[in-house]
């Protein structure tokens, strides 16, 4: 049994914080990462922790992880501190809502640098580690707007389909060598970002988008997650974790 080593990408919160938690329930050394948010980055330290299995430890890292040099260094320390990742979550994201006349070129560039170049930035990070090892598995966080343009713009809509093509790509690439890529793309997870603390009005508005009646949970996430870290013959797929959303 391979001994895990992970990083979750805005860790400390919402989506990220649930896969980080479950990581560590499965014997996980886990490093979570985050932009600014000193006090979410105490409390999910107070909820991994005692979920750790003895002699595993957590790291949180405050840092831009669009920003190429700043990921290269908390990888250094990640690596000094835990060895060298095998699970790779590539999750930190951030969804302003704008469209395509209001949207700034600014924004424009900033959603791309935060949703997508990050993801590249960590994968190149990590990946020769994984080669030593033959293992890997890395998990993009994308979104139903990758696949239907969803309500929020362009920019993230185009960050997130973006996600998709590094994920086939990747995959196509780093099978032989042991490395899986692949993507979960959610919708409406009540406990995160965006979604949280909604009114009930608008939760039944968005149920009423799903064929199963109800928004999503980050455990839904969490056991999508859960089948790709246990699957080596899946690889360059997007699970679509919508309750049928996508076909309405
Ligand atoms: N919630 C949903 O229903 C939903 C649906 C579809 C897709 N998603 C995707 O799922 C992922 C997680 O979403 P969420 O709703 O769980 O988000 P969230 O609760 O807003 O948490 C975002 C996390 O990302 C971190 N982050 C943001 N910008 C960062 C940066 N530049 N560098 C490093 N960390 C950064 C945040 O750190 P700070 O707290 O320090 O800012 C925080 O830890 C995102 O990629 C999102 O697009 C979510």
Redesign the pocket.
């Known amino acids: 049994m391979i001994e895990l080593t992970a990083v979750v990408?805005?860790?400390?919160?919402?989506?990220?914080l649930s896969l980080a938690e479950c990581l560590a329930r499965r014997g996980a050394s886990v490093a979570v990462?985050?932009?600014?948010?000193d006090c979410?980055?105490e409390n999910a330290r107070r909820a991994i922790t005692p979920q750790l299995a003895a002699g595993r430890r957590l790291l949180a890292l405050r840092?831009?992880?669009?920003d190429a040099s700043a990921v290269a260094a908390q990888h250094r320390e990640i690596r000094q501190a835990l060895g060298p990742v095998n699970v790779l979550i590539n999750?930190?994201?951030?969804?302003p809502p704008a469209a395509f006349e209001a949207l700034s070129a600014r924004d424009w560039d900033e959603t791309l640098r935060?949703?997508l170049s990050?993801a590249f930035y960590w994968c190149r990070e990590v990946i020769p580690g994984m080669k030593a090892l033959g293992f890997g598995r890395i998990v993009n966080?994308?979104?139903?707007a990758a696949r239907g343009g969803g309500v929020i713009g362009p920019h993230y809509a185009a960050s997130?389909a973006g996600m998709l093509g590094l994920t086939r790509y990747g995959a196509r690439e780093l099978g032989p060598f042991g490395i899986t890529l692949n993507a979960i793309a959610?919708?409406?997870?009540e406990e995160?970002?965006?979604?949280?603390g909604i009114s009930e009005e608008r939760r039944e508005a968005l149920a009423s988008k799903t064929v199963v009646g109800r928004i999503?949970r980050v455990g839904d996430v969490v056991r999508a997650f859960e089948y790709l870290l246990e699957s080596p013959f899946v690889t360059g797929v997007c699970l679509d974790v919508n309750g049928g959303a996508f076909m309405i």
Do not use: L
């Open positions: 990408t805005g860790g400390t919160r919402g989506i990220g990462t985050y932009r600014s948010d979410a980055a840092g831009d992880a669009g999750n930190a994201g951030v969804m935060i949703n990050s966080i994308a979104s139903i997130k959610p919708a409406f997870i995160a970002g965006v979604f949280a999503g």
